[in-house]
């Protein structure tokens, strides 16, 4: 449904885009702790990319806040073919202006 969501909503002129859906961040004084809702690609191994991904989301949130990050959940909501994968990338608009 949520992909359903994304495409009406990408058809309605005007509408705008939550980048930060998918991310929820919980913030202390010293810690954090984040929560993160994917889509993955079929055939991906699903272990090493949450594996992955909390490696990299841990280093860049340690990095550039100084917080302590105490856990990364992980949440697969979703798995798609590659054929449904190639409609979630718009590639005919630039990403940066």
Avoid: C, S, W
Wanted: aromatic share 2%; proline share 2%.
């Amino acid at each position: 449904t949520t992909r359903v969501v994304g495409a009406l909503r990408d058809r309605i002129p005007g509408a705008r885009i939550n980048h930060g859906q998918g991310v929820a961040v919980e913030v202390g004084e010293k810690q954090a702790a984040i929560d993160i809702g994917i889509i993955a690609e079929y055939g991906v191994a699903l272990h090493e990319l949450a594996v992955a991904i909390r490696h990299n989301v841990i280093g860049a949130v340690e990095r550039m806040t100084g917080l302590e990050v105490t856990e990364v959940n992980i949440t697969v909501f979703d798995v798609v073919l590659h054929d449904e994968a190639a409609g979630l990338v718009d590639d005919t608009k630039p990403r940066v202006q």
